[in-house]
């Protein structure tokens, strides 16, 4: 771990702020500094004219660097969505092979009812009501097990 000054980083910062990040958040602080640095000293030796943007705007996007908290919740919401797909893998040995392959088709596969209909040999209306019911079912399992909160 290491203890970086955000004042650095990002001069908005009125006081000096002292964080502890990863090496690896610290490095790519770092480097992304580094860059900037390099960016400033080029853009006193040349310009960069676009037609379609403000000048040298292409030279920022190429540099973006996240901020440790903006790194931090993009971990989270990693975390949580292969969480919800392990709920969902679960939910899902619940269900008849039937329904699993029904639903399968209609979100994995993104056809519509009358398609996935038409494969099994059953009516639009079918494969609907059988979607339907089942993505009730799953609502219900998921709200038993405590992974989504009763709808009020």
């Not at 540099?63 to 969902?88: G, R």
């Not at 996935?116 to 609907?128: D, M, Q």
Request: aromatic share 8%; net charge neutral.
């Amino acid at each position: 771990m290491a203890i970086i000054n955000l004042r650095r980083y990002y001069p908005h910062y009125p006081k000096n702020k002292f964080l502890e990040v990863p090496d690896e958040v610290a490095d790519a602080l770092e480097e992304g500094r580094r860059m900037e640095h390099r960016q400033d000293n080029r853009r006193s030796c040349y310009h960069v004219y676009s037609i379609d943007c403000t000048p040298a705007i292409e030279n920022h996007a190429m540099f973006l660097v996240l901020s440790p908290e903006e790194l931090l919740l993009q971990e989270i919401d990693e975390a949580a969505a292969k969480l919800t797909l392990v709920h969902l893998d679960e939910a899902m040995t619940h269900l008849s092979p039937i329904q699993a392959r029904r639903l399968h088709a209609r979100y994995a596969l993104k056809k519509k009812f009358r398609e996935a209909a038409a494969a099994e040999g059953v009516s639009g209306s079918c494969a609907n009501e059988s979607v339907t019911s089942v993505i009730k079912k799953m609502q219900k399992f998921f709200i038993k097990n405590g992974w989504m909160p009763k709808e009020a």
